[in-house]
């Protein structure tokens, strides 16, 4: 069974509008998580993470994810994508105690003019 | 700079030949681990080292061998044995975890080498 669910595989969008990408988790307890992004040619980077504390998470380019621990999620949201989003995104949870990174499967998203 | 080097960056191998990967990190962290990533299918564990001399098995092992004999160093071999080896492969490093709060410090990922079965 997939630890890390991400709801979507491919999405698109035109420019300026609003994204959501879902993340669902299966465990229970203290979890660590992650968002990651892989643009055409480049290498993972790291766009923001939740460890504790405040569970609406600001990363770069103007990326959020909010936390919500009792629907184990963890959803990454933009108000208003560019082109230059055009990418794959990538959810990832370490179970806490454990220091293993397990990762969705990936939503390839893709931002048109 | 600190980092993670994986080489060589593509990798043609023919079937039935073992064939060794590299990922050489100067970051001084403890963990290691290789990850292989297939179109829709996200990035897969496959191998992970917590310390020196001692490794587990992610969720893909069977085919793949590695060794941790120092630090800063995990190679990967895809053996014959991995029936379909053709994938992109990212090896990564983290610090222990945090003693106090249990949490992951964050990882490093490599550039990622590509592996073609030809």
């Known amino acids: 069974a997939q630890s890390v669910s991400q709801h979507n595989h491919h999405v698109i969008l035109s420019e300026a509008a609003s994204l959501e990408l879902g993340c669902n988790y299966s465990y229970g307890g203290t979890v660590n998580l992650f968002w990651y992004v892989q643009y055409p040619g480049q290498h993972l980077q790291l766009l923001l993470k939740?460890?504790?504390?405040?569970?609406l998470v600001k990363g770069i380019k103007g990326f959020e994810a909010e936390f919500i621990k009792s629907k184990f999620s963890f959803n990454l949201r933009k108000p208003s994508v560019q082109w230059s989003d055009t990418a794959e995104y990538f959810c990832?949870?370490?179970?806490?105690?454990?220091?293993?990174?397990?990762f969705g499967a990936g939503t390839r998203l893709a931002v048109h003019p | 700079d600190g980092g993670i080097t994986q080489s060589p960056k593509y990798l043609f191998r023919k079937e039935g030949q073992n064939v060794t990967l590299s990922c050489e990190q100067n970051?001084?962290?403890?963990?290691m681990y290789w990850y292989r990533q297939d179109p829709g299918q996200g990035l897969r564990l496959i191998y992970y080292?917590?310390?020196?001399?001692?490794?587990q098995k992610g969720d893909i092992a069977e085919g793949y061998s590695v060794s941790r004999e120092k630090k800063e160093s995990f190679p990967l071999t895809v053996t014959s044995a991995q029936k379909n080896p053709t994938a992109f492969y990212l090896c990564?490093?983290?610090?222990?975890?945090?003693?106090?709060?249990?949490?992951?410090?964050?990882?490093?990922f490599g550039s990622g080498t590509r592996l073609t079965v030809v």
């Open positions: 080292s917590q310390i020196v001399n001692d490794f």
């Open positions: 939740y460890f504790s504390g405040d569970p």
């Open positions: 970051l001084n962290h403890d963990a």
């Open positions: 990564a490093s983290t610090r222990s975890l945090d003693g106090r709060t249990g949490s992951n410090y964050g990882y490093t």
């Open positions: 990832a949870v370490i179970r806490g105690g454990y220091n293993k990174l397990i």
